[in-house]
């Protein structure tokens, strides 16, 4: 069964720190591992994308990795700021095109000041 | 996201009653994409529309949905004779690639559904 599994479920910081996300992945065929931010009632807005060959990927303060041979997955936030409150969600592809597309429950993040 | 436009953002009918959700892709978008996201859970692919043909509907319930994305206009998610399960919150994601190529798959801002 295609699943993706995301902890911690929830994670509350001090705003100035680093924090470290993980997904774990059971999906296959493999295509693409996604990392989107989901701000409270907004909708989700893309972070990164890594394909198998892909180790790393940094966009900004946010860097995620990829381990396809573990199928697992991490996005490290450095120096978070306030408005990294929102819920980070891990999504897996298994072949091209967005219908194909597994999503995880999503960590919710709240950087406090 | 901000060209995804989604419509209404907040819906509230009572069982029994029709939800029509609207989603107007980005320009040049001729692929769209709804999901529904449940309380708790993660977002689950419905049915993914081209214009005026409907692709892939395998995650689409076999009742009281459907979906058109006419020649003209924006695409259309409707759910007949909606019970309290159907609240939920309802995105429209559009690319204007049939195959997801990088970041070229946009979400709107989500329509939240809430049945009393």
């Known amino acids: 069964k295609n699943q993706v599994e995301q902890s911690p479920q929830s994670l509350i910081i001090l705003e100035g720190k680093n924090c470290t996300l993980q997904c774990n992945y059971t999906v296959s065929p493999f295509s693409n591992l996604r990392w989107y931010k989901q701000d409270t009632g907004r909708g989700p807005v893309s972070l990164t994308i890594?394909?198998?060959?892909?180790n790393t990927k940094s966009n900004g303060r946010y860097t995620a990795t990829l381990d396809a041979d573990t199928k697992q997955s991490s996005l490290h936030i450095t120096a978070s700021q306030l408005s990294d409150s929102a819920s980070y969600i891990c999504v897996v592809s298994t072949q091209t095109g967005a219908n194909n597309l597994f999503f995880g429950t999503g960590t919710r993040l709240t950087v406090i000041p | 996201n901000a060209g995804v436009m989604q419509n209404p953002r907040h819906l509230v009918r009572r069982r029994g009653q029709e939800a029509r959700l609207r989603c107007s892709p980005m320009k040049g978008h001729s692929h769209v994409y709804w999901y529904r996201q449940l309380p708790e859970e993660g977002l689950k692919f419905m049915v993914y529309l081209q214009k005026e043909n409907i692709i892939d509907e395998s995650g689409m319930p076999k009742e009281r949905f459907s979906a058109e994305f006419p020649k003209e206009g924006p695409s259309i998610l409707r759910i007949q004779q909606v019970v309290r399960g159907d609240s939920a919150a309802y995105f429209c994601?559009?690319?204007?690639?049939?195959?997801?190529?990088?970041?070229?798959?946009?979400f709107g801002e989500g329509s939240w559904l809430t049945v009393v």
């Open positions: 890594m394909t198998f060959s892909e």
């Open positions: 994601a559009s690319s204007p690639f049939a195959g997801d190529a990088g970041n070229t798959i946009y």
